[in-house]
Nanobody, 118 residues
């Protein structure tokens, strides 16, 4: 069964860093656009970063630009979200999404909690 498995969340102090992983199980991430989203308590889910299906184009929300970056392993099995200079307002549940652009080939990770607090 195809699914995405997220890991890497946790508690970090302001200014710290975390790297989230989004591992594909049962399929390859090759030719998938990868999106990263987050949902803070009491708020809706917001998109923060994405990379298109050939990896040549990326976008980051203004709220994370210059602090967050995306990458993937050469085998295209795992996508990463590197988060630096974390702020308390980055506290949220983070989700990854892999979208092939065809109905039925759109997968979501289970979410991982990131808490930024001193």
């Amino acid at each position: 069964q195809e699914k995405l498995v997220e890991s890497g969340g946790g508690l970090v102090q302001p200014g710290g860093s975390l790297r989230l992983s989004c591992a594909a199980s049962g399929f390859s991430l090759d030719h998938y656009s990868i999106g990263w989203f987050r949902q803070a308590p009491g708020k809706g889910r917001e998109g923060i970063s994405c990379v298109n299906n050939n990896g040549r184009h990326s976008w980051h929300a203004n709220s994370v630009k210059g602090r967050f970056s995306t990458s993937s392993d050469p085998a295209k099995t795992t996508a990463y979200l590197q988060m630096n200079s974390l702020k308390p307002e980055d506290t949220a549940v983070y989700y990854c999404n892999a979208d092939f652009g065809v109905a039925g080939y759109d997968y979501w990770g289970q979410g991982t909690q990131v808490t930024v607090s001193s």
